[in-house]
């Protein structure tokens, strides 16, 4: 998430080019444009950005370009969808809403929301709120709640809606009191701490003193700088080592609650006996006053009144007077006035926050600390407790929703149009997300023992459990049926290859192929698998449902024509070959996946596939088999290696990767051989000395610069004089190239941004790739290369020859196959062949998963495919440490990937397709790269990751031992012996409340697991540590040098709160938020008090929105060309289509709001900037987390928007409040840092803080010269504006100092002519005059005393203007003045690659442009 890739327009954040691409927006008058630099210094980068946008969305956006047909086959659809969606958005209106006892108030409808959406809004407003049991009537006729506004007869602009209070029914009492319940505790954070209801934290108000929009006109420039108190406080300021925890939740005032009521609960009388039912007695309540008025209420069919019960008797006659009302909140307001007056204050307070703090997440999110809260009695926590509640339209226990059905009856909803494809989508998402709040509230319910088992007699390991029609099993290896693949270690490792599985297969969406719903949950050390249940799975055996696949390993395998269909559907997005297996009778069986893979038809008829464990080929790098040898480059890094289970697969990440980069090799290996033909045929000598004899000579080794010969890695060259390519030969040849792919391939990440990047899982990328027959869509350079985050600059790379070559491979391999030529045929054949792919006439590379696999027999007939398989596993292999990791490492010396914690570096990680058993690889990797000092911040995190996962294995087995009483103490006493100095950690039994616990615990210990329950006591720091040293060299074969924490902080440079946090959320943890003393050895760091409680660490799939991501994805290709109204307009349609999908939080609508506020602030918008940008923090702290990498990122952004917008103390709290929690997550040392200090030191530079501002930007100028070289031009603008600061406090011979190193930078990096070079020197100059004047000044002091004339000295204060230029150029955008020849090779330029229509043309600058230069938005 937190790669620079989310940053538009696509930025490489360390080029020291000086081309600008072209790309031009022909914008009314002005010419807007956004312009790259190029990467690598050889000006083809244009075309890449051209390139990512036409090949697949233009033709949407202009007809006429159709013929081009450049990618008007990448998505058919595409062209309808813009249509429909203005279909979509009709146009909304206006009713009129009359509600009893409120003025009649307009409220603004679209046509296709439903009359329940009135509802939820008058049940948010600020004056009906407190209404919940009413129904609306246009014309005296009720509504219908589910009825689409558009299909209501006689609604239309301007109509009146009246709304009619109901009867209740003791389901809208309930409902009532539930909602009233909400309102009381609308400001009160305890859910989000204690992880409900959905709610999650956010702290951005605090900072910004409420909504920024509307402070933001309030406040003048001028009269505001005067009382900005800039001072941070200690622990902020670079070089202090404290890392206080209690900042990371400021308070924020509007917590104070008011107290409306003391008491409200249930009545100890409900229900009502029958005689009182029959007057129409729903239910009792009690409640207590703030005025401590004890009073008894009865929830009746025409509303709520006071009787005349009391505690202990029960006499339900209406009391006198009775304030019969029909809400509870009326009542209430009648006889208690403290009620009446809080209760307004705070729904005022209530509809004043941002929605975005409001409103629910799609998926729960854990805050890994929380203050002390005082735990208040709560009547609908206390039902909720003890009922099934499972979603809020079930207020009645015991209806339970049928998961299976409503999970696959979504699929099946018609996906032909766009409305129907967003019904679909919205439909599956919100039944994924209701589901995984279900399955992870069962799996607790199940590990805290409060679920019977459906096999109660076998011991706790074994046991499985139903709840809520969902079925439970605990990830032990029961009945051994493991034990081959690694026992307890397979079985904890199966579900989440089965959830990968599920992923998978979910994203490529078949139809009538369905799989389970899947939720893993680790809660307590213990791993739970969470499914959906098949129809009539229970009555039966499996050996008589399984009718496709194995239920043993693949001793009996089945077959069935219907999966096999169906699965041949899956075949070629997933990459998993056909292939036949041996059965029992050593009859062969086809099977297209992996012989665990079984299928079963339910009894509603549906097809299932369920235990997708191995959807994926084997990782061979953890899997020695006997007597098969894995190439040389696994080996010299000591692969294979022993691991914990044999169920170690490759990630899809990396299929795609790999076969992205097999397809290149075998583009140019044909294109090689065709042009070698070519040469031949035509015996032209100059062709072929051209055409193959150049290729050889240059050495792969001369990188980039080289371009034509480096590209062609030499094997292909030789390729056609021997045309049969022996299988180990083949596997040299994609070896060779990780030289070249390195130097050049790894740009692109850039470009792609964090949704693209993951566009590789879902089945949009699939479609476009063409790996199989390629029919005419086929191998489109276009259409496909920039799909690949990995791979797509490497063909652009690409020299004429290679271009020429592609058309040639094209055409041949659009021409199907009949009409080509042997000669032609026989090069594809060569080139099939050194890849390896499993088809002869075109490129096709599949897996063949059962490879491998013990118990697993193939037929003779296919020794052969057999062979090819094995060599392509192996190749998979070594491409993974061969090319995968370098180009990891490689995007983080380019800062193109920048992980500042755990989860990102795992992101980083997975993106590329690196499994997190790889961490020791990669850090051995980086220990021995060259430019190591510039990787120390990606070294530190990647061992302060590995010890934490190291410590987390230790605690799943350490938790498993302990009884629940005995839970806060035991994990309490391992994080001492994790975390404190203290050498003699002890636990502290639990002392014993309850004394006579002790006699009859042999009998209540049914916790699974079970054993002696004090064994956790025992664990002492050295042995802790001792285990995760050995831990880490087992699982990740990483030698850690060290044996105490204190050792680790000392050796690696880790901090303990990093550790702390980085433990807390892989474990699910919640400590007390205080300051604790790690580093005392007098006394442990934490008490029993200090832990609040234990969270699940929950795994699900995460639908996706794909109509939305394809409208984000062209939006982004708009912007990369410069045209950025339209990319801007895409963009929008996005937000809305994903609004549509996900509600109103989401990951991705998060990346979207950011780039919409990254536009509107380039386009000049700066308010609708700030707003935007505003959205996106609020929704990066509730969906991610309050200190998230990308929250930190967020802030960033937004304080640049609040100084653009004239906010500046705002400006700075924000920075202020990023670089704590950059603090907090990985400390001072870290590239980001360099960044965050830059623009903390500009912005009090703007505020006239010289001393201060100096010592943020000399820490960014010191980590810059680390993290980018010192001949960086990073660097170079780091002195710049160090000498500014200087100049401002009239030290020039500082600031001369800074600027000649600044300048020395320039001339050496860029040349003298150029003109950042030109300012310098200009800038040195004025500097140099200046400290003349001063000199001259102060020797006429000296000479004549008092009564010197003394010139005027000009010392300047910097302009805002000014600090928000630097600003922008350290942020990555920069404004470029345009000459008049530059437009016109602008012109020139834009016409030959885009043809655009004679429209636009027409609207180019006119001749007086030269006068006025527009500004043009460039990135840096």
Same mark, same amino acid.
């Given at each position: 998430?937190?790669?620079?890739?989310?940053?538009?327009?696509?930025?490489?954040?360390?080029?020291?080019?000086?081309?600008?691409?072209?790309?031009?927006?022909?914008?009314?008058?002005?010419?807007?444009?956004?312009?790259?630099?190029?990467?690598?210094?050889?000006?083809?980068?244009?075309?890449?950005?051209?390139?990512?946008?036409?090949?697949?969305?233009?033709?949407?956006?202009?007809?006429?370009?159709?013929?081009?047909?450049?990618?008007?086959?990448?998505?058919?659809?595409?062209?309808?969808?813009?249509?429909?969606?203005?279909?979509?958005?009709?146009?909304?209106?206006?009713?009129?809403?009359?509600?009893?006892?409120?003025? +009649?108030?307009?409220?603004?409808?679209?046509?296709?929301?439903?009359?329940?959406?009135?509802?939820?809004?008058?049940?948010?407003?600020?004056?009906?709120? !407190?209404?919940?049991?009413?129904?609306?009537?246009?014309?005296?006729?009720?509504?219908?709640?589910?009825?689409?506004?558009?299909?209501?007869?006689?609604?239309?602009?301007?109509?009146?809606?009246?709304?009619?209070?109901?009867?209740?029914?003791?389901?809208?009492?309930?409902?009532?009191?539930? !909602?009233?319940?909400?309102?009381?505790?609308?400001?009160?954070?305890?859910?989000?701490?204690?992880?409900?209801?959905?709610?999650?934290?956010?702290?951005?108000?605090?900072?910004?003193?409420?909504?920024?929009?509307?402070?933001?006109?309030?406040?003048?420039?001028?009269?505001?700088?005067?009382?900005?108190?800039?001072?941070?406080?200690?622990?902020?300021?670079?070089?202090?080592?404290?890392?206080?925890?209690?900042?990371?939740?400021?308070?924020?005032?509007?917590?104070?609650?008011?107290?409306?009521?003391?008491?409200?609960?249930?009545?100890?009388?409900?229900?009502?006996?029958?005689?009182?039912?029959?007057?129409?007695?729903?239910?009792?309540?009690?409640?207590?006053?703030?005025?401590?008025?004890?009073?008894?209420?009865?929830?009746?069919?025409?509303?709520?009144?006071?009787?005349?019960?009391?505690?202990?008797?029960?006499?339900?006659?209406?009391?006198?007077?009775?304030?019969?009302?029909?809400?509870?909140?009326?009542?209430?307001?009648?006889?208690?006035?403290?009620?009446?007056?809080?209760?307004?204050?705070?729904?005022?307070?209530?509809?004043?926050?941002?929605?975005?703090?409001?409103?629910?997440?799609?998926?729960?999110?854990?805050?890994?600390?929380?203050?002390?809260?005082?735990?208040?009695?709560?009547?609908?926590?206390?039902?909720?407790?003890?009922?099934?509640?499972?979603?809020?339209?079930?207020?009645?226990?015991?209806?339970?929703?049928?998961?299976?059905?409503?999970?696959?009856?979504?699929?099946?909803?018609?996906?032909?149009?766009?409305?129907?494809?967003?019904?679909?989508?919205?439909?599956?998402?919100?039944?994924?997300?209701?589901?995984?709040?279900?399955?992870?509230?069962?799996?607790?319910?199940?590990?805290?023992?409060?679920?019977?088992?459906?096999? +109660?007699?076998?011991?706790?390991?074994?046991?499985?459990?139903?709840?809520?029609?969902?079925?439970?099993?605990?990830?032990?290896?029961?009945?051994?049926?493991?034990?081959?693949?690694?026992?307890?270690?397979?079985?904890?490792?199966?579900?989440?290859?089965?959830?990968?599985?599920?992923?998978?297969?979910?994203?490529?969406?078949?139809?009538?192929?369905?799989?389970?719903?899947?939720?893993?949950?680790?809660?307590?050390?213990?791993?739970?698998?969470?499914?959906?249940?098949?129809?009539?799975?229970?009555?039966?055996?499996?050996?008589?449902?399984?009718?496709?696949?194995?239920?043993?390993?693949?001793?009996?395998?089945?077959?069935?024509?219907?999966?096999?269909?169906?699965?041949?559907?899956?075949?070629?997005?997933?990459?998993?070959?056909?292939?036949?297996?041996?059965?029992?009778?050593?009859?062969?069986?086809?099977?297209?996946?992996?012989?665990?893979?079984?299928?079963?038809?339910?009894?509603?008829?549906?097809?299932?596939?369920?235990?997708?464990?191995?959807?994926?080929?084997?990782? *061979?790098?953890?899997?020695?088999?006997?007597?098969?040898?894995?190439?040389?480059?696994?080996?010299?890094?000591?692969?294979?290696?022993?691991?914990?289970?044999?169920?170690?697969?490759?990630?899809?990440?990396?299929?795609?990767?790999?076969?992205?980069?097999?397809?290149?090799?075998?583009?140019?290996?044909?294109?090689?051989?065709?042009?070698?033909?070519?040469?031949?045929?035509?015996?032209?000598?100059?062709?072929?000395?051209?055409?193959?004899?150049?290729?050889?000579?240059?050495?792969?080794?001369?990188?980039?610069?080289?371009?034509?010969?480096?590209?062609?890695?030499?094997?292909?060259?030789?390729?056609?004089?021997?045309?049969?390519?022996?299988?180990?030969?083949?596997?040299?040849?994609?070896?060779?190239?990780?030289?070249?792919?390195?130097?050049?391939?790894?740009?692109?990440?850039?470009?792609?941004?964090?949704?693209?990047?993951?566009?590789?899982?879902?089945?949009?990328?699939?479609? *476009?790739?063409?790996?199989?027959?390629?029919?005419?869509?086929?191998?489109?350079?276009?259409?496909?290369?920039?799909?690949?985050?990995?791979?797509?600059?490497?063909?652009?790379?690409?020299?004429?020859?290679?271009?020429?070559?592609?058309?040639?491979?094209?055409?041949?391999?659009?021409?199907?196959?009949?009409?080509?030529?042997?000669? @032609?045929?026989?090069?594809?054949?060569?080139?099939?062949?050194?890849?390896?792919?499993?088809?002869?006439?075109?490129?096709?590379?599949?897996?063949?998963?059962?490879?491998?696999?013990?118990?697993?027999?193939?037929?003779?007939? @296919?020794?052969?495919?057999?062979?090819?398989?094995?060599?392509?596993?192996?190749?998979?292999?070594?491409?993974?440490?061969?090319?995968?990791?370098?180009?990891?490492?490689?995007?983080?010396?380019? $800062?193109?990937?920048?992980?500042?914690?755990?989860?990102?570096?795992?992101?980083?990680?997975?993106?590329?397709?690196?499994?997190?058993?790889?961490?020791?690889?990669?850090?051995?990797?980086?220990?021995?790269?060259?430019?190591?000092?510039?990787?120390?911040?990606?070294?530190?995190?990647?061992?302060?990751?590995?010890?934490?996962?190291?410590?987390?294995?230790?605690?799943?087995?350490?938790?498993?031992?302990?009884?629940?009483?005995?839970?806060?103490?035991?994990?309490?006493?391992?994080?001492?012996?994790?975390?404190?100095?203290? +050498?003699?950690?002890?636990?502290?039994?639990?002392?014993?409340?309850?004394?006579?616990?002790?006699?009859?615990?042999?009998?209540?210990?049914?916790?699974?697991?079970?054993?002696?329950?004090?064994?956790?006591?025992? *664990?002492? +720091?050295?042995?802790?540590?001792?285990?995760?040293?050995?831990?880490?060299?087992?699982?990740?074969?990483?030698?850690?040098?060290?044996?105490?924490?204190?050792?680790?902080?000392?050796?690696?440079?880790?901090?303990?709160?990093?550790?702390?946090?980085?433990? @807390?959320?892989?474990?699910?943890?919640?400590?007390?938020?205080?300051?604790?003393?790690?580093?005392?050895?007098?006394?442990?760091?934490?008490?029993?008090?200090?832990?609040?409680?234990?969270?699940?660490?929950?795994?699900?799939?995460?639908?996706?929105?794909?109509?939305?991501?394809?409208?984000?994805?062209?939006?982004?290709?708009?912007?990369?060309?410069?045209?950025?109204?339209?990319?801007?307009?895409?963009?929008?349609?996005?937000?809305?289509?994903?609004?549509?999908?996900?509600?109103?939080?989401?990951?991705?609508?998060?990346?979207?709001?950011?780039?919409?506020?990254?536009?509107?602030?380039?386009?000049?918008?700066?308010?609708?900037?700030?707003?935007?940008?505003?959205?996106?923090?609020?929704?990066?702290?509730?969906?991610?987390?309050?200190?998230?990498?990308?929250?930190?990122?967020?802030?960033?952004?937004?304080? *640049?928007?609040?100084?653009?917008?004239?906010?500046?103390?705002?400006?700075?709290?924000?920075?202020?409040?990023?670089?704590?929690?950059?603090?907090?997550?990985?400390?001072?040392?870290?590239?980001?840092?360099?960044?965050?200090?830059?623009?903390?030191?500009?912005?009090?530079?703007?505020?006239?803080?010289?001393?201060?501002?100096?010592?943020?930007?000399?820490?960014?100028?010191?980590?810059?010269?680390?993290? $980018?070289?010192?001949?960086?031009?990073?660097?170079?603008?780091?002195?710049?504006?160090?000498?500014?600061?200087?100049?401002?406090?009239?030290?020039?011979?500082?600031?001369?100092?800074?600027?000649?190193?600044?300048?020395?930078?320039?001339?050496?990096?860029?040349?003298?002519?150029?003109?950042?070079?030109?300012?310098?020197?200009?800038?040195?100059?004025?500097?140099?005059?200046?400290?003349?004047?001063?000199?001259?000044?102060?020797?006429?002091?000296?000479?004549?005393?008092?009564?010197?004339?003394?010139?005027?000295?000009?010392?300047?204060?910097?302009?805002?203007?000014?600090?928000?230029?630097?600003?922008?150029?350290? %942020?990555?955008?920069?404004?470029?003045?345009?000459?008049?020849?530059?437009?016109? %090779?602008?012109?020139?330029?834009?016409?030959?690659?885009?043809?655009?229509?004679?429209?636009?043309? @027409?609207?180019?600058?006119?001749?007086?442009?030269?006068?006025?230069?527009?500004?043009?938005?460039?990135?840096?």
């Amino acid at each position: 998430m937190v790669s620079k890739t989310d940053d538009i327009p696509a930025s490489v954040p360390n080029c020291n080019s000086v081309d600008p691409a072209e790309g031009d927006t022909p914008d009314s008058k002005e010419t807007t444009k956004t312009s790259f630099k190029d990467p690598c210094g050889c000006a083809h980068s244009a075309d890449t950005a051209m390139m990512n946008g036409n090949g697949d969305h233009d033709h949407s956006e202009e007809t006429d370009s159709k013929q081009e047909g450049s990618g008007a086959d990448a998505d058919p659809g595409e062209d309808a969808n813009e249509q429909e969606v203005i279909v979509i958005q009709d146009t909304g209106f206006t009713v009129k809403i009359q509600a009893p006892g409120t003025e +009649p108030f307009d409220l603004q409808v679209s046509p296709q929301e439903m009359v329940q959406e009135i509802h939820q809004v008058l049940m948010d407003r600020e004056d009906t709120c !407190h209404r919940t049991c009413f129904s609306l009537q246009l014309d005296g006729n009720v509504l219908d709640n589910f009825a689409e506004l558009k299909s209501i007869e006689g609604l239309q602009e301007g109509s009146f809606l009246k709304v009619v209070e109901e009867p209740y029914t003791v389901r809208e009492a309930r409902i009532h009191v539930r !909602h009233i319940r909400d309102l009381l505790k609308s400001m009160d954070p305890s859910d989000a701490y204690n992880g409900v209801d959905c709610n999650s934290l956010s702290f951005l108000s605090v900072f910004t003193d409420g909504d920024l929009g509307d402070s933001g006109k309030r406040k003048k420039k001028g009269s505001e700088l005067e009382q900005i108190d800039c001072t941070p406080p200690e622990h902020i300021l670079p070089g202090s080592k404290e890392r206080p925890l209690v900042p990371l939740q400021p308070q924020n005032k509007d917590w104070k609650p008011l107290q409306c009521l003391k008491v409200l609960t249930m009545s100890g009388w409900n229900p009502p006996p029958g005689n009182r039912k029959m007057h129409g007695d729903l239910m009792y309540l009690y409640i207590v006053t703030a005025e401590e008025r004890h009073v008894s209420i009865t929830a009746s069919t025409r509303g709520f009144y006071l009787n005349q019960s009391t505690t202990y008797s029960f006499n339900p006659k209406p009391a006198n007077p009775s304030f019969l009302s029909h809400s509870l909140v009326e009542l209430l307001s009648q006889i208690s006035p403290a009620f009446k007056k809080n209760f307004t204050a705070l729904q005022k307070k209530r509809v004043q926050r941002h929605p975005f703090e409001r409103i629910a997440t799609p998926f729960q999110v854990y805050s890994w600390t929380a203050p002390q809260i005082d735990h208040a009695m709560d009547c609908v926590r206390a039902e909720d407790a003890y009922t099934s509640r499972l979603g809020y339209e079930e207020h009645i226990p015991g209806q339970t929703r049928d998961w299976n059905e409503e999970l696959q009856t979504t699929r099946e909803l018609p996906r032909k149009n766009l409305p129907e494809r967003l019904l679909r989508e919205r439909a599956i998402f919100k039944v994924h997300s209701d589901f995984a709040a279900a399955a992870t509230r069962g799996a607790m319910a199940v590990i805290d023992g409060n679920v019977m088992a459906i096999n +109660p007699g076998e011991e706790t390991r074994m046991q499985m459990f139903i709840w809520n029609n969902i079925f439970f099993s605990l990830g032990f290896d029961v009945r051994d049926h493991y034990r081959e693949l690694g026992g307890d270690a397979a079985a904890h490792a199966a579900p989440t290859n089965d959830l990968n599985g599920v992923r998978a297969y979910g994203a490529v969406d078949v139809e009538g192929l369905y799989t389970l719903g899947t939720v893993v949950v680790d809660y307590r050390g213990y791993r739970v698998t969470a499914q959906s249940i098949i129809p009539g799975i229970l009555e039966r055996e499996q050996e008589q449902s399984v009718i496709y696949g194995s239920i043993d390993f693949g001793k009996t395998v089945v077959s069935h024509p219907k999966y096999l269909e169906l699965l041949e559907k899956t075949s070629r997005p997933l990459k998993v070959q056909r292939h036949p297996v041996l059965n029992e009778k050593e009859a062969p069986v086809e099977l297209c996946s992996s012989v665990e893979c079984k299928g079963i038809i339910g009894n509603d008829g549906r097809h299932y596939i369920l235990d997708l464990l191995r959807t994926f080929p084997p990782d *061979l790098n953890f899997l020695p088999v006997d007597g098969e040898e894995l190439p040389p480059e696994c080996q010299r890094l000591a692969y294979p290696r022993q691991h914990r289970h044999r169920l170690a697969c490759l990630r899809q990440e990396l299929i795609e990767a790999f076969v992205e980069h097999r397809y290149l090799l075998f583009m140019k290996m044909a294109a090689l051989q065709l042009m070698q033909q070519k040469a031949n045929k035509e015996n032209k000598a100059a062709a072929l000395t051209d055409g193959s004899n150049a290729e050889p000579e240059a050495s792969p080794a001369d990188g980039p610069q080289s371009a034509p010969a480096s590209e062609d890695p030499a094997p292909a060259s030789d390729a056609p004089t021997k045309p049969a390519t022996t299988p180990s030969e083949a596997s040299q040849t994609p070896e060779s190239q990780p030289a070249e792919a390195e130097t050049t391939a790894t740009v692109t990440t850039t470009t792609t941004t964090t949704a693209a990047a993951e566009a590789t899982e879902p089945a949009e990328a699939l479609a *476009l790739t063409t790996n199989g027959t390629p029919e005419p869509e086929g191998p489109d350079g276009q259409g496909r290369e920039c799909e690949s985050p990995l791979e797509g600059k490497e063909a652009e790379e690409s020299i004429p020859g290679l271009a020429q070559a592609k058309e040639l491979a094209e055409s041949l391999a659009a021409e199907d196959g009949s009409s080509i030529d042997p000669k @032609s045929r026989e090069v594809v054949l060569n080139a099939c062949k050194a890849v390896g792919s499993i088809s002869d006439t075109s490129f096709d590379i599949r897996f063949n998963p059962d490879i491998f696999s013990p118990g697993v027999r193939f037929p003779e007939s @296919s020794a052969d495919a057999i062979q090819k398989q094995k060599q392509l596993l192996k190749d998979a292999a070594a491409f993974l440490v061969s090319c995968q990791i370098p180009s990891l490492v490689k995007d983080c010396l380019d $800062h193109s990937a920048l992980p500042m914690d755990g989860t990102t570096l795992t992101e980083a990680l997975h993106q590329r397709g690196i499994n997190v058993r790889y961490l020791g690889t990669v850090l051995d990797f980086v220990d021995k790269t060259p430019a190591k000092t510039q990787l120390e911040y990606f070294y530190r995190i990647g061992v302060s990751e590995l010890v934490t996962r190291c410590a987390k294995h230790i605690f799943k087995t350490y938790l498993q031992g302990v009884e629940l009483s005995a839970l806060s103490a035991a994990v309490s006493h391992f994080l001492n012996c994790f975390l404190s100095s203290f +050498p003699d950690a002890v636990a502290h039994l639990p002392a014993d409340e309850l004394v006579s616990r002790r006699k009859n615990r042999k009998r209540r210990n049914r916790v699974p697991g079970g054993g002696d329950n004090t064994a956790w006591a025992s *664990l002492t +720091p050295v042995e802790l540590w001792k285990n995760i040293v050995s831990e880490a060299q087992t699982y990740y074969h990483f030698t850690l040098h060290c044996e105490s924490v204190d050792q680790a902080v000392e050796k690696y440079g880790l901090q303990k709160s990093t550790l702390l946090r980085e433990i @807390s959320v892989k474990t699910g943890i919640q400590i007390l938020i205080k300051e604790y003393n790690f580093d005392s050895r007098h006394k442990p760091a934490f008490t029993e008090e200090d832990i609040l409680n234990i969270f699940p660490v929950v795994k699900h799939v995460n639908p996706k929105a794909s109509d939305a991501f394809h409208f984000f994805q062209s939006g982004q290709a708009k912007v990369q060309q410069g045209f950025l109204k339209e990319g801007c307009e895409l963009i929008n349609e996005a937000l809305n289509l994903f609004n549509n999908v996900y509600g109103a939080m989401h990951v991705e609508i998060c990346a979207c709001l950011r780039l919409l506020a990254r536009l509107n602030y380039i386009m000049g918008d700066h308010p609708e900037a700030l707003n935007n940008q505003q959205k996106a923090v609020l929704m990066s702290e509730r969906v991610l987390g309050i200190e998230h990498p990308n929250t930190i990122q967020e802030y960033m952004h937004l304080a *640049l928007y609040c100084f653009a917008n004239g906010q500046l103390s705002t400006a700075l709290k924000l920075l202020y409040r990023a670089r704590y929690l950059m603090l907090v997550v990985c400390g001072e040392d870290h590239p980001e840092m360099a960044l965050l200090d830059s623009n903390i030191g500009l912005v009090l530079h703007g505020v006239m803080e010289y001393d201060l501002s100096l010592r943020f930007l000399e820490n960014a100028l010191a980590i810059n010269s680390k993290y $980018h070289g010192l001949r960086s031009l990073k660097v170079a603008l780091s002195h710049h504006l160090v000498a500014r600061v200087y100049e401002s406090k009239a030290e020039f011979r500082s600031a001369l100092q800074h600027e000649k190193e600044g300048y020395t930078i320039y001339k050496n990096q860029v040349g003298e002519a150029h003109e950042k070079t030109k300012e310098s020197s200009e800038y040195l100059k004025y500097l140099t005059q200046q400290a003349v004047a001063l000199q001259r000044t102060m020797n006429e002091i000296y000479k004549n005393g008092s009564n010197a004339s003394i010139m005027p000295l000009k010392f300047t204060a910097p302009s805002m203007a000014s600090v928000l230029e630097q600003l922008n150029i350290i %942020n990555g955008i920069i404004f470029i003045p345009l000459s008049q020849k530059d437009l016109e %090779n602008l012109k020139a330029e834009v016409q030959r690659r885009q043809m655009l229509q004679e429209a636009s043309k @027409s609207e180019e600058p006119s001749e007086e442009t030269p006068m006025e230069p527009e500004d043009l938005p460039v990135d840096d």
